[in-house]
T-cell receptor, first 114, second 114 residues
């Protein structure tokens, strides 16, 4: 069985500060990992994904995430927050098993202060 | 390629009524998943249809049902609406046989039950 834990339901940063959103997963096999972003009243949009290969993954809007197998983590970072980054962020894991359905975390709301 | 579309975008219903929501997946995608999103419970998986068959199911009562047509379009039905059914209902599509499990989301249908 796979599961995802996102530490912190809300993260608050100042504009220009580092963004760090934490995600830990549980999977019995090497996982596929995703970060999605959701803006108000919209659906989820894929930010980035890790499948195989390089463990540092770059996504859209300047975000990146690093897969750390030893820590079972896939934290999302951005060097400098922008007001437009304020949104809900979801981490998801898929174990490549027969369900073909990823498991989503509870989400982290990113608040950016001017 | 056109994205996932959901209709209607907003809906207001009265307790006890029933409602049908529609989802058109990305062309070529054979899997459609439905999620309920509320502030309290986050993103919860309802069910997934692949090639007109329900392949995965979440933990929701039988009032929630769905179907998929031969063109992969899907509908979700909720009978005997309760106030707690007020939520954003998201539809996501994928190829359905890709173990990576990446999903593409529609903008959602905002259901309000009064």
């Amino acid at each position: 069985a796979q599961s995802v834990t996102q530490l912190g339901s809300h993260v608050s940063v100042s504009e220009g500060a580092l963004v760090l959103l934490r995600c830990n997963y549980s999977s019995s096999v090497p996982p596929y990992l995703f970060w999605y972003v959701q803006y108000p009243n919209q659906g989820l949009q894929l930010l980035l994904k890790y499948t195989t290969g390089a463990t540092l993954v770059k996504g859209i809007n300047g975000f990146e995430a690093e897969f750390k197998k030893s820590e079972t983590s896939f934290h999302l970072t951005k060097p400098s927050a922008h007001m437009s980054d304020a949104a809900e962020y979801f981490c998801a894991v898929s174990d490549g098993g027969g369900s073909y359905i990823p498991t989503f975390g509870r989400g982290t709301s990113l608040i950016v202060h001017p | 390629k056109a994205g996932v579309t959901q209709t209607p975008r907003y809906l207001i219903k009265t307790r006890g009524q029933q409602v049908t929501l529609s989802c058109s997946p990305i062309s070529g995608h054979r899997s459609v998943s439905w999620y309920q999103q509320t502030p309290g419970q986050g993103l919860q998986f309802l069910f997934e249809y692949f090639s007109e068959t329900q392949r995965n199911k979440g933990n929701f009562p039988g009032r929630f049902s769905g179907r998929q047509f031969s063109n992969s379009r899907s509908e979700m039905n909720v009978s005997t609406l309760e106030l707690g059914d007020s939520a954003l209902y998201l539809c996501a599509s994928s190829y359905g046989q890709d173990p990576i499990g990446e999903q593409y989301f529609g903008p959602g249908t905002r259901l309000t039950v009064t």
